[in-house]
């Protein structure tokens, strides 16, 4: 059974920074891609960075030279780098990684930017 548990989410003003760490436990073979996904209030969940196991990134536009992904294969863990945040980066953050054939989500961290 595969768990990921998501961690650093909190209350930012903004300009600031926040870490997010995600890390996977149980019985884990290969893990591919790893990403970060963002659901604001009232709005689907899209998809924010995601790093490949070449460890080839992509970001969505709104977040390009303000978060940062990596990943530490040992650790089976994801981080996001959120730097100069915006009050619309308010949402609710989750992780998922490709483990082998499935795909496994993090419950969600909240983040919100507000002075």
């Known amino acids: 059974q595969v768990q990921l548990v998501e961690s650093g989410g909190g209350l930012v003003q903004p300009g600031g920074s926040l870490r997010l760490s995600c890390a996977a436990s149980g019985s884990i073979s290969n893990i591919y891609t790893m990403g970060w996904y963002r659901q604001a209030p009232g709005k689907q969940r899209d998809s924010v960075a995601a790093?490949?196991?070449?460890?080839?990134?992509n970001y969505a536009e709104s977040v390009k030279g303000r978060f940062t992904i990596t990943r530490d294969n040992a650790k089976k863990t994801v981080y996001l780098q959120m730097n100069s945040l915006k009050s619309e980066d308010t949402g609710v953050y989750y992780c998922?990684?490709?483990?082998?054939?499935?795909?496994?989500w993090g419950q969600g961290t909240q983040v919100t930017v507000s002075s």
């Open positions: 790093v490949t196991s070449g460890g080839t990134t």
């Open positions: 998922k990684m490709r483990i082998g054939w499935s795909d496994y």
